[in-house]
């Protein structure tokens, strides 16, 4: 099932309800089996919970009885259901970027880099499946957290790793942006402007040998002990002043030097024009000056064959360099979010049981299910919930919210999530 079956927005409910303390093993078991054939044959639930092609409720799997999680004393189970929910806002938080930042690094690969597809797939218990089936089927992870382990041990644990992907997500993603901008930098600016392009991808070796028409480029761009050129670039109507005056801006400039470049690659759309002049290199920066009176544009430029090899060069190896980060980054995302989305469950699963153990009393014994109504259907959803969980007593009683979302008081505990928050 693919992460798009859960829509942008669904919020989903772990609700629970204390179950009989007598009832033990596959009699416990059954009680919560038949618990959850009667709310799916409420039409009012079974109509308004369908995900997908899924029908909900489904049962969340939460270890209680004999197989409870380890919680300590009554004072540790207190202090912890008053942490957990700050751990559960952090986890939330950091679920939520990487989420958005795989959206973004999806909607802009580089160049030549496809989407990847499949970036919201959980990867639990050895096996990698939709969110969906994720949530639907969700079991208490042994193998990830053992049950032997004291919650306030697997919560801090669990916290640390979460912390751990996230400074590692931001840390490559850095990286990746380094080289974006790297690459940014020493990309040919398709289409600009002569006046802001960079010369070296205008004067390329193939445009000044089809100048020359067989000469050698150094019939244009002459450096020798005493002589230098320098490169000018003109507006539209220009020429015919610049062409008057250029000898006579400054001592020492060759007579007759000035030649127009004239690829179509030495032009853009507002009549700009690139031209050469060679002069004594001891009046080059009097002559730029010069030029910058008159409002003509000189560079800072020299031309080299092998310096553009070796920008050529430099582009290549950064264009791979961002198409293999991308790959690393991307794979990076994709296991953290399944990896935080996993930390997520489990910390709503210790909240269930400590909220559970707490209102309805040690040992703990209680059935917990997922309930996500479609938009517009939960108050109808919440009425049949009261009258079917309310009268087995046990829930989080009179005077209690739901998960602190402003919910009128009910009869069970209700925790809520929405998987997904960005816009696709």
Known sequence: MSAAEVAVNREFWIVAVGCNKESKGQVAESEKASLLTDLKSSAVVSGACKVGNKQGPWQFGVPDGDHSLRHGTFDDLNRLA????????????????????IIELNAAPPAGV?????????????????????????KWDEAKYP???????????????????????????????????????????EGALITNADLIDVLTPNVVNMRC???????????????????VILTKGAEVDFLNTYEK?????VP?????????????????????VVLFKDCAEPFKKACRERRYITRDFEYSEDAYKKR?????DLEEKVKREYDIV???????????????????????????????????????????????????????????????????????KADDDGEDDLPYVSLSFVPFTCAR
């Open 114 to 138: 496809r989407p990847k597809e499949g970036s919201f797939m959980v990867i639990s218990q050895r096996s990698q499946i939709g969110l969906l089936d994720y949530i639907s089927t969700w």
């Open 256 to 276: 007759k030097s000035a030649k127009r470049f004239d690829h179509d690659s030495c032009k853009d759309k507002e009549g700009n024009t690139i031209w050469r």
């Open 213 to 231: 028409q067989g000469k050698s480029a150094d019939d244009d761009f002459i450096y020798t002990e005493n002589l230098t050129t320098v490169t």
């Open 330 to 400: 991307m794979a990076l995302y994709k296991a953290a979010w399944s990896d935080v989305m996993v930390a997520w469950m489990h910390i709503k699963a210790m909240r269930v049981f400590a909220e559970s153990a707490l209102w309805s009393g040690l040992p703990p014994s209680f059935a917990a299910f997922v309930v996500s109504p479609m938009p517009g259907k939960g108050d109808a959803v919440r009425k049949v919930l009261a009258d079917k969980l309310g009268k087995l007593g046990g829930g989080i009683g009179p005077g209690g």
């Open 312 to 316: 050529e060069a430099a582009r290549k």
């Open 147 to 189: 049950k032997t382990r004291v919650m306030t041990d697997t919560c801090a644990s669990l916290m640390h790793t979460v912390s751990k992907m996230d400074e590692e997500s931001r840390s490559k993603t850095n990286q990746y942006n380094e080289y974006k901008t790297q690459k940014s930098n020493i990309d040919k600016k």
């Open 82 to 101: 008053d942490e957990l929910p700050k751990y559960d806002s952090t986890v939330d938080s950091i679920l939520h970027r990487l989420e958005r930042q």
């Open 249 to 253: 801006m400054t001592d020492s400039v």
